[in-house]
């Protein structure tokens, strides 16, 4: 036995549910057409104005009304106080609240909030939410009439060693330091290695870089480059066979040979069709792209 159609006069006029939505109908609902029907059919139909037998316009397109809204905007005190402020006490006790969960060995740390932690840690360059000068604060420890004058007192240097083989240590870290500067400079222009050999000063002087060529190099950039390499296990190197050396990066390779050597790291020299046969063949082991397969074969060889 079939069942009779449902139309909207059959329909109860109360719901199962009783959250008093069951009678909710969208304008133009019916047995032929459903409520996702009259809404596609709205999207294609809302985008033109309407007009009478004259052809006037009685209703505009959506976004394209000529009335103009009032512009007033309520005067009232809230536009001109702060917003999502926070008092001492409450930022006190969240200090403490959260030194506490710091201190306790048995809690991690499993994701990072989006809260400002900077007014959560004590700046020691700060007091009472006020930033210190440096200045400033070596003039209270140190005044002037006790300094300069007829009444100076003499003061005992503030160095950061307490003994000459500590001063020699900070001389060779700093030393270090430089020389390692120095090598990433020349890592940074392309210069080739020499292994235990020392260059003699001839005098001449590094050319100055354009600006265009730092740019990509924050430490932004080479923290999400790095992310990738940790990530990977096979690590392929693009070079341009019209300068492999120039486009080498010397301190990604100086990484994964030190840091990670079970990574591997593969060279694929790109635009080997403009370069000769012969020059190809003698570079160093790697994968031609962007070439024939006969020239594949003949570089593999």
């Not at 700046?123 to 939410?129: A, P, R, S, V």
């Not at 001839?202 to 190099?217: C, H, N, P, V």
């Amino acid at each position: 036995m079939g069942t009779g159609k449902k139309e909207a006069a059959r329909k109860t006029r109360q719901g199962k549910v009783g959250d008093g939505m069951a009678n909710v109908k969208v304008k133009g609902e019916n047995f032929y057409r459903d409520a996702k029907k009259v809404k596609k059919l709205n999207v294609l139909t809302k985008g033109t104005a309407q007009r009478n037998a004259a052809g006037d316009i009685t209703k505009a397109a959506v976004f394209q009304s000529r009335e103009r809204p009032s512009a007033r905007i309520e005067p009232n005190r809230k536009w001109f106080t702060n917003t999502r402020v926070i008092s001492q006490d409450a930022l006190s006790a969240f200090r403490g609240a959260v030194q506490a969960q710091q201190n306790d060995p048995y809690s991690y740390l499993l994701k990072q909030n989006k809260l400002p932690m900077s007014l959560i840690k004590d700046d020691e360059t700060k007091k009472n939410g006020l930033k210190q000068h440096q200045a400033k604060i070596a003039v209270e420890t140190a005044p002037f009439s006790d300094t300069f004058g007829p009444k100076a007192q003499r003061k005992r240097p503030k160095l950061a060693v307490s003994s000459l083989l500590d001063l020699a240590g900070e001389s060779d870290k700093m030393h270090e330091t430089y020389i390692d500067r120095l090598e990433q400079a020349r890592l940074a222009s392309g210069q080739p290695a020499d292994d235990g050999q020392e260059t003699e000063a001839d005098g001449a002087l590094t050319a100055a870089r354009e600006a265009i060529f730092s740019k990509g190099q924050s430490k932004r950039i080479w923290n999400e480059l790095y992310k990738v390499i940790d990530s990977s296990d096979v690590v392929i190197h693009v070079l341009d066979a019209r300068d492999p050396l120039g486009t080498r990066c010397r301190s990604v390779e100086k990484y994964i040979r030190e840091e990670a050597p079970h990574k591997h790291l593969l060279f694929v020299l790109n635009k080997c069709d403009l370069i000769p046969t012969s020059v190809a063949v003698s570079s160093s082991p790697s994968l031609s792209h962007h070439c024939l397969f006969s020239f594949v074969l003949q570089c593999q060889r």
